[in-house]
């Protein structure tokens, strides 16, 4: 599976939008890509994937680059209990494997 | 809906003890995932189960050991407990390659 690069750690003000990169540049045509976050040691929760078509969920929005080699998270109005840290992770779809998870960018909500 | 379900919460062993977590997987999913994350750390991928299985295999030590049962839960072994296997084991489970979620997880504390 790719790897992928993220900023260590960002900052967002309370009711803006963060904006969350991720760079993949080894990325298959077969990967997706998956964002999941982790809130203070509870489990990973999954947000949103895709393949190559930008995404849309009642969580976040996903944009694709269009060569596939970068994305980034969009969570249009950031609360503080979206603090957390979030990782973007490539994976081959069609297959049960695991995830490899980076060191991910530690979210911090602003009031 | 229902989740990954994990048990014990909280643990707490001494050194040369031995250890079983528990996992029962989302009714219907086909493959369990194990992981740690020790402190300040980024989750590990441990082991993976499909269909009793044994699937893939990470950085899983030999004093561990797991299997998947055939109601599907799985069970992580864990013998002869050191200092450094205090963490959070997580488990995940998956129909295949879709629905990927993970449960609550088990703190392991070893004194």
């Known amino acids: 599976d790719a790897k992928t690069t993220q900023p260590t750690s960002m900052d967002c003000a309370e009711g803006r939008a963060a904006n969350l990169p991720c760079n993949h540049s080894?990325?298959?045509?077969?990967?997706?890509v998956y964002w999941y976050r982790q809130i203070h040691s509870q489990g990973p929760q999954y947000i949103i994937h895709?393949?190559?078509n930008n995404e849309t969920n009642e969580m976040a929005s996903l944009i694709i680059t269009e060569d596939r080699k970068s994305s980034t998270l969009i969570l249009p109005h950031a609360t503080l209990r979206d603090t957390a840290v979030y990782y973007c992770i490539v994976r081959v779809g069609d297959t049960g494997n695991q995830f490899y998870f980076g060191t991910g960018t530690s979210l911090t909500v602003i009031p | 809906a229902a989740g990954v379900i994990q048990s014990p919460r909280h643990l707490i062993k001494e050194k040369r003890e031995t250890a079983t977590l528990k996992c029962y997987p989302i009714p219907r999913h086909d493959t369990v995932y194990w992981y740690q994350q020790g402190p300040g750390q980024d989750p590990q991928f441990l082991i993976s189960?499909?269909?009793?299985?044994?699937?893939d295999k990470g950085s899983i030590p030999d004093r561990f050991s797991a299997q998947q049962f055939s109601d599907y839960h799985s069970e992580l072994n864990m013998s002869s407990l050191e200092l450094g296997d205090s963490a959070l084991y997580f488990c995940a489970s998956s129909l295949g390659a879709v629905g990927y979620t993970f449960g609550s997880g088990t703190r392991l504390t070893v004194v």
């Open positions: 895709g393949l190559k």
């Open positions: 080894t990325i298959s045509g077969n990967e997706y």
């Open positions: 189960f499909y269909e009793k299985m044994q699937s």
